[in-house]
């Protein structure tokens, strides 16, 4: 329903671009820097990532706990390792992770060298560091236990 709305309303916008008065050309560019940054998003197939990106981009003000830069959504987040941080520390925002980049992060955050097969809380924490999705912890859960390498561990 918002979702349409919005579409409308850009799509509106774009419509009456013949019409738009030099004066409010600069506005007009940076409707289109949001049309292109949406059709990017639109790429992914979450409708939870993107039904949020739609809701936060629509109306930030209701939304102080997430903000859209570059194109990419953050949400502000307070877990024990961030209790540190400064209130305006920039990594208390973790990046969003639309479903179909989850696997990559989840591999980097596991399977590289340096983070070497650590276990569930430890995979976890690495993650909680830098991105955010729901049911994040979940997720973890099932791909250290399904990791193919840690099974093999376990075995030997
Ligand atoms: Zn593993």
């Not at 961030?82 to 209130?87: E, R, S, T, V």
């Not at 989850?102 to 569930?120: I, K, N, Q, S, Y």
Request: with cysteine; aromatic share 10%.
């Amino acid at each position: 329903m918002e979702l349409e709305e919005h579409t409308y309303t850009v799509e509106h916008r774009k419509g009456s671009l013949n019409h738009v008065p030099d004066a409010l050309s600069r506005i007009y560019k940076e409707d289109e820097k949001e049309i292109t940054t949406l059709s990017l998003m639109s790429n992914s197939e979450d409708t939870w990532y993107l039904g949020t990106y739609e809701k936060v981009s629509k109306d930030p003000k209701n939304y102080p706990n997430w903000n859209i830069r570059s194109g990419q959504m953050y949400r502000f987040r307070l877990d024990t390792e961030d209790k540190n941080l400064a209130d305006d520390d920039e990594r208390k925002w973790k990046l969003v992770v639309p479903r179909e980049q989850r696997t990559m992060v989840l591999r980097e955050c596991h399977d590289e060298p340096t983070a070497a097969h650590l276990g569930r809380e430890k995979t976890y924490d690495r993650l909680a560091e830098r991105y955010f999705w729901p049911k994040m912890y979940t997720d973890v859960a099932d791909y250290v236990r399904k990791c193919k390498t840690c099974q093999q561990i376990k075995v030997e």
